[in-house]
DNA sequence: CTGCAGGCCGGCG
DNA sequence: CGCCGGCCTGCA
């Protein structure tokens, strides 16, 4: 671990806000300054900005360039996909001016797969208080600036950990879940290096084997983890009505299928059915 | 005090 | 298959 720092300047394809309450992540927090601090796979990360450049500063294991570009995926263009979009309709155009600086970060598959599994039936200050105590209890401390963070654990770290000891930090029915996803994983019952080989179809259905993954949360772990998969649309409860009011336009409010929603979009968006999710999803749930 | 939050699981028809 | 009830916990 060594301090490293990084400024590049920004565009309108990045604002801070934008890219860590649009819902993708659980672990960066505000600071007084208006920067965030978060901790990722390789180490802890603070990121500020002002008009014209974006401030890195950080404790990793890698080199700062590597990591930032990668974790938020500054090699896409996403002006071209936002052009894209906003020529849809009305609606695209709405919610890509009011998240105009998200981008969808490429997230450890490991801890995407629990963060996901923990924020099923939950909340969202409760996911970050299981995820803050099971990185402290469980996790590498590293200290960064005189203050002490904690590194996700790995499956080796919660190797041991009972079905007990997860519910005592809170996790619920969730426990049991975390406990077998962690041991087949483990097991090698599913490879997360292979999944990053796979096809979409293949890697869906690998994941929907894991404890605790449904559905959504498979969706969530394609889309949001390194596997980054933009056509895939994960429907909560926000897209879920985002969907019903502007394309399905239900008023009995009748329970749409998730088949249904699904194929709405993938006609609608294509291949950028995600990133059109994130910015329908962003907007809904703020306004 | 109920209701409910970024679903999943298991049982049933 | 599709549908439905139940579920930890914490906060409004």
Same mark, same amino acid.
């Given at each position: 671990?060594?301090?490293?720092?990084?400024?590049?300047?920004?565009?309108?394809?990045?604002?801070?806000?934008?890219?860590?309450?649009?819902?993708?992540?659980?672990?960066?927090?505000?600071?007084?300054?208006?920067?965030?601090?978060?901790?990722?796979?390789?180490?802890?990360?603070?990121?500020?900005?002002?008009?014209?450049?974006?401030?890195?500063?950080?404790?990793?294991?890698?080199?700062?360039?590597?990591?930032?570009?990668?974790?938020?995926?500054?090699?896409?263009?996403?002006?071209?996909?936002?052009?894209?979009?906003?020529?849809?309709?009305?609606?695209?155009?709405?919610?890509?001016?009011?998240?105009?600086?998200?981008?969808?970060?490429?997230?450890?598959?490991?801890?995407?797969?629990?963060?996901?599994?923990?924020?099923?039936?939950?909340?969202?200050?409760?996911?970050?208080?299981?995820?803050?105590?099971?990185?402290?209890?469980?996790?590498?401390?590293?200290?960064?600036?005189?203050?002490?963070?904690?590194?996700?654990?790995?499956?080796?770290?919660?190797?041991?950990?009972?079905?007990?000891?997860?519910?005592?930090?809170?996790?619920?029915?969730?426990? #049991?879940? !975390? /406990?077998? $996803?962690?041991?087949?994983?483990?097991?090698?019952? %599913? &490879?997360?290096?292979?999944?990053?080989? =796979?096809?979409?179809?293949?890697?869906?259905?690998?994941?929907?084997?894991?404890?605790?993954?449904?559905?959504?949360?498979?969706?969530? #772990?394609? !889309? /949001?983890? $390194?596997?980054?998969?933009?056509?895939?649309?994960? %429907? &909560?409860?926000?897209?879920?009505?985002? =969907?019903?009011?502007?394309?399905?336009?239900?008023?009995?409010?009748?329970?749409?299928?998730?088949?249904?929603?699904?194929?709405?979009?993938?006609?609608? /968006?294509?291949?950028?059915?995600?990133?059109?999710?994130?910015?329908?999803?962003?907007?809904?749930?703020?306004?």
């Amino acid at each position: 671990m060594e301090n490293q720092k990084l400024v590049i300047q920004k565009n309108q394809d990045f604002e801070l806000k934008d890219i860590f309450d649009c819902g993708q992540c659980f672990r960066w927090n505000k600071e007084n300054d208006e920067s965030y601090t978060g901790v990722i796979k390789n180490g802890v990360l603070n990121v500020k900005c002002d008009d014209k450049n974006i401030y890195f500063r950080g404790t990793l294991n890698e080199d700062i360039q590597k990591i930032v570009q990668e974790y938020f995926d500054l090699n896409r263009d996403y002006t071209k996909i936002k052009n894209q979009l906003s020529k849809i309709d009305e609606y695209m155009e709405t919610s890509i001016t009011y998240g105009s600086g998200i981008r969808i970060l490429n997230q450890d598959l490991w801890e995407t797969i629990i963060s996901f599994i923990i924020s099923a039936n939950n909340n969202i200050p409760r996911i970050k208080g299981i995820i803050e105590r099971l990185s402290q209890k469980y996790g590498t401390k590293i200290t960064f600036e005189n203050n002490d963070y904690y590194l996700f654990p790995t499956p080796e770290q919660l190797e041991t950990v009972t079905v007990a000891e997860f519910r005592g930090i809170g996790l619920g029915f969730r426990d #049991i879940r !975390l /406990f077998e $996803t962690t041991h087949m994983i483990l097991n090698n019952e %599913i &490879d997360l290096n292979e999944l990053h080989k =796979m096809d979409t179809k293949s890697a869906r259905e690998q994941l929907l084997k894991l404890s605790g993954v449904g559905p959504k949360v498979a969706d969530c #772990i394609l !889309l /949001f983890s $390194t596997l980054k998969r933009f056509d895939i649309f994960p %429907i &909560d409860v926000w897209v879920r009505r985002v =969907m019903n009011d502007l394309y399905i336009k239900n008023p009995d409010e009748k329970r749409v299928s998730q088949k249904l929603i699904n194929q709405i979009a993938f006609d609608k /968006f294509g291949e950028l059915a995600g990133i059109a999710q994130q910015y329908l999803f962003y907007w809904k749930r703020e306004n």
